[in-house]
C-alpha cells in the first residue's frame, strides 16, 4: 500500500473527456497521460508523444493579426507565407502568445496535476459512473511512462470506489505494469504486430517487450482485452490480423478490438509543427474489417470492431 505522504507528485496531462461511452464500460471520462516511448506512425494524437508541455498553434483559428510575433520576446513568432510559423527552439513557454491571441489559436498542451487535483476533475460525473456502471479511463500517450503518478491516481480512485480502466501500448517494463494491475480493473492494451522488423518500421520500437508483457498479463489478470489498430501498409492483411489473434488466443485472452485506422489526428500534426507520414492513405473498407473480425471469431475470440 502507498503511504498517503508519497502521495503528492504532479502528472502531465493533456485532456480530460468527460461522458465518454468508449474505452471501457458505462459512461467513462478519460485522462490523456501526456508522453509516449512510442511514434506510431498513425498517431492521432500527436500532442500525446512529448512528456513536456508545448505550444500549439491552430491554424484554422488564426487570423493572422500578427499580435503574438509583437509580444513575443524570444522572437520565436513570424510570418512565412502568410502563415504563422513557430520556431520552437527558441520558445522558453512564457505563455504571453496563448494569454493575448484573442481567438484560442494559440494553445498550451499538458497541464500538471496531483494526484488528489486529477482525482477532483473526475469526480464531477460520479452519479454517471454509478448510474451506468461507468468509471474513469486512463489514456495517453503512454500511462505507464508515469507510472509513479498513475499508482497513486488509480489507488485514490479505488479508494473512492471508481471503475479504472488503462489503455497502454504494453511498451513499458514488466516489473512497473506487473506493480500496478491490481489497481486496473480493465485493461486496454495493444498488440499491434508480432513480427517483430515490422513493429520497428511502423512504431519505432520493437515488440518484444510487449509481448513479453502480454504473456505476463495473460497469467495475472483476467480483465484484459487486446486492441488492435488496422492499419494500412502496416498490418492490414488476413495474415497479419490472424497472426495477432493466433497469438493472443494461445496465451488464454479471450476478447479483441479491431480499431480501423481513421484520419482525425492528421490536422494536429501542422499545429505541433511535426509531419504527418500517411496523407495519402485511405481507412480500410467496412467489408475488410467484417472479414478480419470474422477470422478472428472463427478462433473463438470476443471482437469488437471499435474501441
Ligand atoms: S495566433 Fe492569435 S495572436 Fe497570433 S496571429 Fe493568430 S490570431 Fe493573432
Ligand atoms: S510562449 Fe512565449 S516564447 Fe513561446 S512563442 Fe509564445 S510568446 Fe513566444
Known sequence: MVQKQQRMSKGLVFDVQRYSIHDGPGIRTIVF??????????????ESQLSNIEIMHIS??????????????????TFKQNEIYLNRKNCNLCGLCVENCNTGAMKFIGKAFTEKELLSEVI???LFYIASNGGVTVSGGEPFMQHSFLKTFLIECKER?????????????????????????ILLMDLKHVDDEKHVKGTGASNKLILKNWN???????????????????NDSIDEIYGIADFIKNIGIKEMHLLPYHKLGEGKYKSLGLNYELTGT??????????YKEICESLDLKVQIGG
Open 282 to 291: 485511405q481507412p480500410p473498407s467496412n467489408d475488410k474489417i467484417q472479414k
Open 216 to 234: 505476463m498479463v495473460a497469467r495475472k489478470t483476467n480483465n484484459v482485452i487486446c486492441r488492435v489498430p488496422v492499419i494500412p501498409d502496416f
Open 33 to 46: 497521460f501526456k508522453g509516449c516511448p512510442l511514434r506510431c506512425k498513425w498517431c492521432a494524437n500527436p
Open 60 to 77: 484554422n483559428k488564426c487570423i493572422r493579426c500578427g499580435k503574438c510575433i509583437l509580444l513575443c520576446k524570444q522572437k520565436a513568432i
Open 161 to 185: 470506489g471508481l471503475n479504472t480502466a488503462v489503455e497502454t501500448s504494453g511498451y513499458v517494463e514488466t516489473d512497473i505494469m506487473n506493480d500496478i494491475l491490481e489497481y486496473i480493473d
Open 124 to 126: 464531477k460525473d460520479e
